[in-house]
């Protein structure tokens, strides 16, 4: 069989992205609003951890709010203790022997049923992503497509990895075939709240893993959402635990627990490398090394060739900087242009960025909305007085008078005169964006390479031969050429990066699933002496 035609045998050949919902339709336009206003019926409501298919109370709760209106609380969601995070670790134990037993066709139907009723309730789950996150109409419900595409593309190839791979010779046989790995722990983030954490979650479960879901503090309500999807899914009890907190307090019980065996993590670098060295420090009853698979972020940029068409590299740059308020490890942070089209695409990204509407996440016509907390507030502001002292500001919108209640910041351009100045280092997960020139495109693409970051990145070019150097020379695990560099979809976009931007392969993509599992090979002498007969019966 050619490879080709091997690989029209393939599952995944049947998967079909997930549309997203078309806004300009009055019919989906009534039912987000109808959404919105069911959710808000269901605010200040508790929501309790999930052990063993059993609700438990925490000592402590967490309040959720909404980041464009800081005196509205969502609801109290139930910090877990150590305590109760053994208690989840211990669940996924007694879980396991019986899930890693379970047909793996069996597995990806949950798969496929999470994905249904994610379909179902995609409205539901846009608002309280809308109310929680602060993300608009539009990507929220992109969110969803991205979610049910996890699910289904997951299941399917992890039907493909069911199959023994055989390499069989004369007097042998040989096999080779995955095992499950053990407990997991998924760590997730705030900014994809739905997307990466259903990512994660059924990448684990497919494979035949139990799971101990933690997901960020801010965006826990829309955890509790998919834990509920899971359950009406039938998922067996103990197989997905649901374990809110805050993660300073049970972080280490779950990374350090010599009963975890991998752990899957989307969030900061120096939180990503705290549990790389803790799981490589094992503990006296620990028997194996955890895997871990992290996503730490990005310092990402653009391109821009003398050659390039300057509008459409306008319009990338901002959607890729300004979407949901920056607040994308995709995101654009950086852009680096030739130095004989500099001032003419200055000029057109100013007035774009000046032209850009800020408001509530609510509202269809803002272009973003405000950023997820305080700390990150203030944190970016700190970042923009950075701006201010190392560089010359060309955009500096100021929104703490005409929006007060919410956490909004307006765009920021900044341009960079010196060589160096800290915005060009740092992540700052914010509407700020940093210029530069270049004298030629040897030193844009040195300049782009100079982070420690290797996420995303693009070019906007006319030139074959300069987007084959880009394609060669331009050190990123995501590189667009001539389009935005956020927006990574499920099988054409395998999403994931390397340097400080991650440990492990790519999300979406065809060997993302292979992490969480362990390679076994069997062989077998076949030049055996006849059978064992079979045993007496009494």
């Not at 009853?285 to 698979?293: D, P, S």
């Not at 560089?391 to 910041?409: K, M, Q, R, T």
Request: charged share 25%; hydrophobic share 40%.
């Amino acid at each position: 069989m050619s490879l080709e035609d091997y690989r029209k045998t393939l599952n995944v050949t049947k998967f079909q992205n997930e549309p997203n919902t078309d806004f300009s339709r009055k019919k989906y336009r009534d039912d987000i609003k109808q959404a919105l206003k069911d959710v808000e019926e269901l605010f200040g409501q508790d929501y309790p951890l999930n052990i063993d298919g059993k609700a438990q109370d925490g000592r402590a709760h967490i309040v959720s709010r909404c980041p464009f209106d800081k005196e509205l609380k969502l609801g109290a969601v139930a910090a877990a203790s150590p305590e109760q995070a053994e208690q989840a670790i211990a669940a996924c134990l007694r879980a396991s022997t019986q899930w890693k037993k379970v047909p793996v066709d069996h597995r990806a139907e949950y798969l496929d049923l999470i994905a249904a009723e994610m379909r179902s309730r995609r409205f539901e789950l846009i608002a309280w992503m809308v109310y929680e996150t602060g993300k608009p109409w539009v990507e929220a419900d992109a969110e969803v497509s991205e979610a049910i595409d996890f699910c289904r593309y997951y299941a399917l190839a992890m039907r493909d990895l069911d199959a023994e791979l055989r390499c069989d010779y004369p007097s042998e046989e040989n096999a080779l075939f995955y095992r499950p790995r053990g407990v997991a722990v998924v760590i997730s983030p705030w900014n994809f709240p739905l997307a990466i954490l259903t990512g994660m979650v059924t990448a684990a479960l497919v494979t035949g893993n139990t799971v101990v879901m933690k997901p960020a503090e801010e965006s826990s309500i829309i955890a509790f959402k998919l834990m509920e999807i899971a359950r009406d899914a039938g998922l067996p009890t103990g197989v997905l635990n649901y374990l809110p907190g805050i993660g300073e307090e049970i972080g280490p019980t779950l990374v350090g627990s010599p009963d975890v065996d991998i752990i899957a993590f989307t969030g900061s670098r120096e939180v990503g490398l705290e549990i790389n060295r803790q799981a490589a420090n094992p503990e006296s009853q620990q028997n194996g090394v955890k895997k871990v698979i992290a996503e730490m972020g990005g310092k990402n940029a653009i391109i821009i060739d003398d050659d390039a068409d300057l509008d459409d590299a306008v319009h990338g740059v901002v959607s890729s900087t300004f979407g949901f308020a920056g607040q994308k490890c995709s995101a654009c942070s950086r852009v680096i242009v030739l130095k004989n089209v500099y001032d003419t695409f200055l000029e057109r990204l100013t007035g774009a960025i000046e032209s850009l509407k800020v408001g509530p996440a609510t509202d269809p016509g803002a272009d973003f909305g405000p950023v997820i907390s305080q700390e990150a507030y203030d944190r970016i502001q700190d970042f923009i007085e950075i701006g201010h002292e190392e560089c010359a500001a060309i955009v500096n919108v100021d929104l703490s008078e005409e929006l007060p209640n919410g956490y909004f910041i307006g765009p920021h351009l900044f341009e960079v005169q010196e060589e160096h100045s800290r915005i060009l280092d740092a992540e700052i997960f914010g509407p700020v964006l940093a210029i530069q020139k270049a004298k030629d495109l040897d030193q844009a693409l040195q300049i782009a390479n100079e982070s420690d970051y290797a996420l995303t990145g693009g070019i906007y070019s006319r030139s074959p031969k300069n987007l084959e150097r880009a394609r060669n020379e331009f050190l990123v695990g995501n590189l667009y050429l001539n389009r935005g560099i956020t927006g990574a979809i499920v099988q054409r976009h395998p999403f994931g990066g390397f340097r400080m931007s991650g440990i492990g392969t790519k999300a979406g993509g065809p060997d993302y699933l292979q992490q969480f599992m362990l390679p076994i090979s069997v062989t077998e002498n076949t030049m055996r002496r006849g059978f064992a007969p079979p045993p007496e019966e009494d």
